[in-house]
């Protein structure tokens, strides 16, 4: 299908957004027509991306080489062009982030936080889908930067909007301040303080990509800087700041220690919906970054920086994970978590090896799948029991054994249950430490690998303990008497496609591996030998 | 010697004096009661004016009078361009505003089309003489219209700041000047080029050259010449205030970048080390205070000087040897087309929401968009747009800016893009207190009811043309690109 190669992609990155446009001619009151359009954009969206797969080539295509390639040109004064494509790796990414979009449009459905808008909020979900379909398939840096920062506005007015009310005292102001408006806004500033230097980054390659290539022609293409950057045209201490400032962007959104103190504030503080679609999609754009941009590009840097990588996600695993067992609130617990995952996830992109990268791609996806489960749970939950406050959660089990069953099972997989989807992000990126690269230290990524194994047994045990707290025992003293309403029709189409999805990934990761290891591998080739 | 006038080349600037003449003339006939057709002379009269101004771009040939003094070539088409089209949509905030508060109404028009004339001649000139009549053509005519509103003592304040310190800074620039025609013997930009090739070391020339950075910094608004901005911003009537930061700023600047990069580019290696400084001290010392105003006017005040920060920052890139001044020189031009758009919509929108929260303070400002939502959203779009978040215009603007000093290269300029990022994040601050105010906060007292407040039709046009050519360039930056680039034959000395 000519027109369905060339038009997909673009279909799939711009249909949420003329959904966008269309509910903004919707009046407000028109409740049912606003529902309708976003479910059905975003559905067609979703169908879109499933075509995809069907379309997909998965025999062993070689890494830069793209399918449903679209390459027009936008900004010729500066050769930024609108290119977008889509391989093995940005495959699983894509179908996760459309997916967990139409659910996350599904739950809404009946599940309006205050103040009640859905007008407003569905536009911004819209918005923020563009942005994240765009990212996953963006093959020009300026266009990646684009859609990078279009996801930073919505997500600050969903935060600030709708979410949590409470006040707050900030160690070192004066006055209390509620914490959506705090939560929003320091993780506005933070995102963009990563992002305006990660352009910096993209800026210098650029410039340097001119010198680099026979034409001497400057350009911003992901395709064209991957070739040059394999062949090894950026050394020396321009690449050193060149991959520190790109560092710097995507560390913040992945978010690595130590800035990833936005994170706990940004997740906590906002409606479900968001945190879902902020733990779910907005993080693996950083780590998307990283494998899309900066390891092609810059390998001997990414070489250099590796060991320093790993040394900062084991730290982020474990400080996530002590950060989890001194938790209270259930929502800040599941925040910290993703600390954690991702520190996991870096890890395994740190050993610059074919199993590692793997293990990271199955690891976001898991982690996006798992982790927007827990969100979606932890906030119908504080919707129904008005606090997140574990210590008065307790016996949630016996008030609502669906809502309770649904949470236990997606706590084994968040833990790293063996045939659960969770189980393979870990797992193998610990083995690929084992066997990092040629030529890294292999005492850095061993004592790394040892400490990731001791950080699952700290992530079981604050999952564990937050089962504990939240599942088991009795219900307390506050809820006796009182009829809470179980799972609803629309929670369970938003949630029962997640819990299939989580189980088929753990005993069948194929149909993750089936696109992402043909990728990985020639990309580890192609850009490491 | 008689010098042949090519009246199709001056043909805008005619339009304009007509206008002015006419805006004159009915004002002396019209009753109190019709004086607002003054108004629409003046925005007719503007609109005529872009038509010549289209036929001479169409057309592409330089035209060049009084022996090179003053040229019409595809920059000057531009900047004359992009003078009309502020131009127009202050009009179009004036014309409701001035007539409301019910003072001199031909006066004004009269005044304003005069500083526009002044900012077209400007744009055409290529030496010094003419350079500095289009200058004070300029600022002349502000110095009163910033004191429009007699009996307000912040207005009298505010031009009377103005008015000193901008003569004083004027006298410096003046004596910079005859300096330079004194070492040099030469007035146009053609000559003092080659002659001060090879200057760079006379003590003298140094003196001069920081004369003209004085000058020009006053009219900028950087750092350390800034200290009449804020006051005057807010002193001012907000239709004026837009002007100053939009219309007064872009004439300085054009004359910034004719005189160093026409007149001296062989004395790079003083200018722009200086530069350098203004610009990081411009958008530190701008950010830093606009974190702490109160007052919408005044915010923008910091906010332009920090904006002028940023569009000084490509000049330092002239200072690492073998830079490409082309690329400099295109940075500033798109960064001050977009600037100017985004001003503009900005000022628009302050008028338009100070009808109904009837205060200048940002405070009132809360809950706003719970009342009206498409104000809401504009001021979303504006002050974002500002803050360089894309898909709106000023992520260019900002990108462009970035791009020529990477692309320069050296220690310095990289120092210098790395302060500039920090500034951006410090900025977002700011602006986005701003937008939160207005979405996120409940309201504070009693907005204006619906029926008074709303914005006259020539506003909303004016917000329209505004919203639009942002959103635009935001999403297809080629049009930006496609000025800078027709500019660049200044730098790259034609």
């Given at each position: 299908?000519?027109?369905?190669?060339?038009?997909?992609?673009?279909?799939?990155?711009?249909?949420?957004?003329?959904?966008?446009?269309?509910?903004?001619?919707?009046?407000?009151?028109?409740?049912?027509?606003?529902?309708?359009?976003?479910l059905?954009?975003t559905?067609?969206?979703?169908?879109?991306?499933?075509?995809?797969?069907?379309?997909?080539?998965?025999?062993?295509?070689?890494y830069?080489?793209?399918?449903?390639?679209?390459?027009?040109?936008?900004?010729?004064?500066?050769?930024?062009?609108?290119?977008?494509?889509?391989?093995?790796?940005?495959l699983?990414?894509?179908?996760?982030?459309?997916?967990?979009?139409?659910?996350s449009?599904?739950?809404?459905?009946n599940?309006?936080?205050?103040?009640?808008?859905?007008?407003?909020?569905?536009?911004l979900?819209?918005?923020?889908?563009?942005?994240?379909?765009?990212?996953?398939?963006?093959?020009?840096?300026?266009?990646?930067?684009?859609?990078?920062e279009?996801?930073?506005?919505?997500?600050?007015?969903?935060?600030?909007?709708?979410?949590?009310?409470?006040?707050?005292?900030?160690?070192?102001?004066?006055?209390?301040v509620?914490?959506?408006?705090?939560?929003?806004?320091?993780?506005?500033?933070?995102?963009?303080?990563?992002?305006?230097?990660?352009?910096?980054?993209?800026?210098?390659?650029?410039?340097?990509?001119?010198?680099?290539?026979?034409?001497?022609?400057?350009?911003?293409?992901?395709?064209?800087?991957?070739?040059?950057?394999?062949?090894?045209?950026?050394?020396?201490?321009?690449?050193?700041?060149?991959?520190?400032?790109?560092?710097?962007?995507?560390?913040?959104?992945?978010?690595?220690?130590?800035?990833?103190?936005?994170?706990?504030d940004?997740?906590?503080?906002?409606?479900?919906?968001?945190?879902?679609?902020?733990?779910?999609?907005?993080?693996?754009?950083?780590?998307?970054?990283?494998?899309?941009?900066s390891?092609?590009?810059?390998?001997?840097?990414?070489?250099?920086?590796?060991?320093?990588?790993?040394?900062?996600?084991?730290?982020?695993?474990?400080?996530?994970?002590?950060?989890?067992?001194?938790?209270?609130?259930?929502?800040?617990?599941?925040?910290?978590?993703?600390?954690?995952h991702?520190?996991?996830?870096?890890?395994?992109?740190?050993?610059l090896?074919?199993?590692?990268?793997?293990?990271?791609?199955?690891?976001?996806?898991?982690?996006?799948?798992?982790?927007?489960?827990?969100?979606?749970?932890?906030g119908?939950?504080s919707?129904?029991?008005?606090?997140?406050?574990?210590?008065?959660?307790?016996?949630?089990?016996?008030?609502?054994?669906?809502?309770?069953?649904?949470l236990?099972?997606?706590?084994?997989?968040s833990?790293?249950?063996?045939?659960?989807?969770?189980?393979?992000?870990?797992?193998?990126?610990?083995?690929?430490?084992?066997?990092?690269?040629?030529?890294?230290?292999?005492?850095?990524?061993?004592?790394?690998?040892?400490?990731?194994?001791?950080?699952?047994?700290?992530?079981?045990?604050?999952?564990?303990?937050?089962?504990?707290?939240?599942?088991?025992?009795?219900?307390?003293?506050?809820?006796?008497?009182?009829?809470?309403?179980?799972?609803?029709r629309?929670?369970?189409?938003a949630?029962?496609?997640?819990?299939?999805?989580?189980?088929?990934?753990?005993?069948?990761?194929?149909?993750?591996?089936?696109?992402?290891?043909?990728?990985?591998?020639?990309?580890?080739?192609?850009?490491?030998? | 010697?008689?010098?042949?006038?090519?009246?199709?080349?001056?043909?805008?600037?005619?339009?304009?004096?007509?206008?002015?003449?006419?805006v004159?003339?009915?004002?002396?006939?019209?009753?109190?009661?019709?004086?607002?057709?003054?108004?629409?002379?003046?925005?007719a009269?503007?609109?005529?004016?872009?038509?010549?101004?289209?036929?001479?771009?169409?057309?592409?040939?330089?035209?060049?009078?009084?022996?090179?003094?003053?040229?019409?070539?595809?920059?000057?088409?531009?900047?004359?361009?992009?003078?009309?089209?502020?131009?127009?949509?202050?009009?179009l905030?004036?014309?409701?505003?001035?007539?409301?508060?019910?003072?001199?109404?031909?006066?004004?028009?009269?005044?304003?089309l005069?500083s526009?004339?002044?900012?077209?001649?400007?744009?055409?000139s290529?030496?010094?003489?003419?350079l500095?009549?289009?200058?004070?053509?300029?600022?002349?005519?502000?110095?009163?219209?910033?004191?429009?509103?007699?009996?307000?003592?912040?207005?009298?304040?505010?031009?009377?700041?103005?008015?000193?310190?901008?003569?004083?800074?004027?006298?410096?620039?003046?004596?910079?000047?005859?300096?330079?025609?004194?070492?040099?013997?030469?007035?146009?930009f053609?000559?003092?080029a080659?002659?001060?090739?090879?200057?760079?070391?006379?003590?003298?020339?140094?003196?001069?050259?920081?004369?003209?950075?004085?000058?020009?910094?006053?009219?900028?608004?950087?750092?350390?010449f800034?200290?009449?901005?804020?006051?005057?911003?807010?002193?001012?009537?907000?239709?004026?205030?837009?002007?100053?930061?939009v219309?007064?700023?872009?004439?300085?600047?054009?004359?910034?970048?004719?005189?160093?990069?026409?007149?001296?580019?062989?004395?790079?290696?003083?200018?722009?080390?200086?530069?350098?400084?203004?610009?990081?001290?411009?958008?530190?010392?701008?950010?830093?205070?606009?974190?702490?105003?109160?007052?919408?006017?005044?915010?923008?005040?910091?906010?332009?000087?920090?904006?002028?920060?940023?569009?000084?920052?490509?000049?330092?890139?002239?200072?690492?040897?073998?830079?490409?001044?082309?690329?400099?020189?295109?940075?500033?031009?798109?960064?001050?087309?977009?600037?100017?758009?985004?001003?503009?919509?900005?000022?628009?929108?302050?008028?338009?929401?100070?009808?109904?929260?009837?205060?200048?303070?940002?405070?009132?400002?809360?809950?706003?968009?719970?009342?009206?939502?498409?104000?809401?959203?504009?001021?979303?779009?504006?002050?974002?747009?500002?803050?360089?978040?894309p898909?709106?215009?000023?992520?260019?603007?900002?990108f462009?800016?970035?791009?020529?000093?990477?692309?320069?290269?050296?220690?310095?300029t990289?120092?210098?893009?790395?302060?500039?990022?920090?500034?951006?994040?410090?900025?977002?601050?700011?602006?986005?207190?701003?937008?939160?105010s207005?979405?996120?906060?409940?309201?504070?007292?009693?907005?204006?009811?619906?029926?008074?407040?709303?914005?006259?039709?020539?506003?909303?046009?004016?917000l329209?043309?505004?919203?639009?050519?942002?959103v635009?360039?935001?999403?297809?930056?080629?049009?930006?690109?496609?000025?800078?680039?027709?500019?660049?034959?200044i730098?790259?000395?034609?």
């Amino acid at each position: 299908m000519e027109w369905f190669e060339t038009w997909a992609l673009t279909l799939i990155v711009f249909l949420p957004l003329a959904g966008a446009l269309l509910l903004g001619l919707i009046p407000g009151q028109n409740e049912g027509a606003l529902k309708a359009t976003s479910l059905l954009v975003t559905a067609l969206a979703f169908v879109l991306s499933l075509v995809v797969i069907g379309q997909f080539d998965f025999s062993g295509v070689p890494y830069n080489t793209y399918q449903l390639e679209v390459n027009e040109t936008w900004i010729g004064a500066i050769n930024a062009n609108y290119h977008l494509g889509i391989d093995g790796i940005s495959l699983p990414l894509l179908i996760l982030s459309t997916f967990v979009m139409v659910l996350s449009v599904i739950y809404s459905l009946n599940h309006w936080e205050e103040p009640r808008n859905p007008k407003a909020f569905l536009i911004l979900m819209l918005i923020l889908a563009t942005g994240l379909n765009g990212t996953f398939v963006a093959l020009d840096l300026v266009l990646f930067f684009i859609f990078f920062e279009v996801v930073l506005v919505p997500m600050y007015f969903m935060i600030g909007i709708w979410g949590d009310r409470s006040p707050r005292r900030i160690p070192g102001f004066g006055r209390e301040v509620q914490t959506r408006l705090y939560a929003s806004i320091k993780f506005f500033l933070f995102t963009l303080f990563g992002s305006a230097f990660m352009l910096l980054g993209f800026l210098a390659l650029y410039f340097a990509s001119g010198d680099a290539s026979e034409s001497g022609v400057r350009t911003f293409d992901i395709v064209e800087l991957t070739v040059l950057g394999s062949e090894g045209a950026f050394t020396g201490s321009f690449a050193f700041l060149v991959f520190g400032a790109m560092f710097l962007g995507f560390a913040v959104k992945v978010p690595m220690w130590p800035l990833h103190t936005w994170l706990p504030d940004a997740h906590t503080a906002a409606p479900t919906v968001g945190s879902v679609l902020l733990a779910a999609i907005m993080l693996k754009l950083g780590s998307y970054g990283f494998i899309r941009i900066s390891l092609p590009i810059l390998p001997d840097e990414a070489a250099n920086w590796a060991p320093a990588i790993a040394i900062l996600a084991v730290i982020g695993i474990i400080y996530g994970s002590l950060a989890c067992l001194a938790q209270t609130d259930m929502k800040r617990l599941i925040a910290f978590s993703s600390v954690g995952h991702m520190g996991f996830i870096m890890l395994g992109i740190a050993t610059l090896t074919d199993v590692g990268i793997n293990a990271a791609v199955i690891g976001m996806v898991a982690h996006g799948l798992i982790t927007g489960l827990l969100f979606f749970l932890a906030g119908s939950m504080s919707h129904r029991y008005h606090t997140r406050e574990m210590s008065r959660l307790g016996g949630n089990m016996k008030l609502m054994p669906v809502m309770g069953g649904i949470l236990a099972f997606t706590a084994m997989a968040s833990l790293g249950l063996p045939g659960l989807a969770g189980f393979w992000g870990e797992f193998m990126s610990l083995v690929g430490a084992y066997n990092p690269l040629d030529g890294l230290s292999l005492g850095v990524f061993r004592t790394a690998m040892v400490l990731g194994a001791v950080g699952t047994v700290l992530t079981a045990g604050y999952m564990l303990y937050m089962l504990q707290q939240v599942n088991l025992g009795e219900p307390g003293e506050e809820w006796q008497g009182r009829q809470f309403h179980d799972v609803d029709r629309f929670e369970m189409t938003a949630w029962a496609p997640l819990v299939v999805l989580i189980v088929v990934i753990g005993f069948y990761p194929k149909v993750i591996f089936n696109a992402t290891t043909e990728s990985v591998v020639s990309l580890v080739e192609m850009v490491f030998s | 010697m008689p010098f042949t006038i090519d009246y199709f080349a001056l043909m805008p600037e005619l339009v304009v004096v007509a206008t002015m003449l006419g805006v004159f003339t009915l004002d002396l006939i019209l009753p109190r009661a019709r004086k607002y057709w003054t108004a629409t002379m003046a925005v007719a009269g503007t609109t005529l004016a872009a038509i010549p101004l289209v036929l001479l771009a169409a057309e592409g040939t330089t035209r060049s009078m009084f022996d090179g003094s003053y040229v019409v070539d595809e920059f000057a088409v531009i900047l004359k361009g992009v003078f009309i089209v502020s131009a127009y949509i202050v009009l179009l905030m004036s014309h409701h505003y001035i007539e409301s508060d019910r003072y001199y109404q031909g006066e004004y028009y009269f005044l304003l089309l005069a500083s526009v004339l002044g900012s077209l001649v400007m744009a055409s000139s290529r030496d010094l003489i003419v350079l500095f009549i289009g200058l004070e053509l300029t600022t002349g005519p502000l110095y009163l219209l910033t004191g429009w509103r007699k009996g307000d003592a912040k207005s009298n304040e505010a031009s009377m700041k103005y008015f000193i310190l901008g003569i004083l800074s004027t006298a410096i620039l003046l004596y910079g000047m005859s300096m330079l025609y004194g070492l040099t013997g030469e007035v146009t930009f053609a000559g003092l080029a080659e002659a001060t090739m090879g200057m760079a070391d006379e003590p003298a020339i140094v003196v001069a050259v920081f004369g003209l950075i004085v000058g020009f910094g006053f009219k900028i608004s950087a750092v350390p010449f800034h200290f009449w901005a804020p006051d005057t911003y807010e002193g001012a009537p907000t239709p004026v205030t837009a002007y100053l930061s939009v219309n007064s700023k872009a004439a300085g600047f054009v004359a910034f970048l004719l005189i160093m990069y026409q007149a001296l580019p062989g004395l790079s290696e003083i200018w722009a080390p200086a530069l350098w400084l203004l610009a990081v001290l411009s958008m530190t010392v701008g950010n830093l205070a606009a974190l702490r105003q109160s007052n919408i006017v005044r915010l923008l005040a910091y906010s332009s000087i920090a904006q002028a920060g940023f569009m000084l920052v490509p000049f330092a890139a002239a200072a690492v040897a073998g830079a490409d001044l082309a690329e400099a020189f295109s940075a500033t031009v798109i960064y001050l087309v977009i600037y100017a758009v985004m001003n503009l919509g900005a000022f628009a929108v302050v008028i338009a929401a100070a009808r109904k929260t009837r205060s200048g303070e940002i405070r009132a400002w809360s809950g706003l968009a719970q009342v009206d939502t498409r104000l809401g959203v504009l001021v979303t779009v504006f002050f974002f747009s500002l803050a360089g978040i894309p898909p709106l215009a000023g992520w260019f603007a900002k990108f462009a800016m970035f791009r020529s000093v990477i692309i320069a290269g050296g220690t310095s300029t990289v120092v210098l893009a790395a302060i500039a990022a920090v500034n951006s994040v410090i900025a977002l601050y700011y602006y986005a207190r701003v937008v939160k105010s207005v979405w996120l906060d409940d309201p504070v007292g009693e907005f204006a009811p619906e029926v008074e407040a709303a914005p006259a039709g020539s506003l909303r046009l004016a917000l329209l043309v505004a919203l639009a050519i942002t959103v635009v360039i935001g999403l297809f930056p080629a049009i930006a690109t496609f000025v800078g680039d027709a500019s660049r034959v200044i730098a790259s000395g034609g």
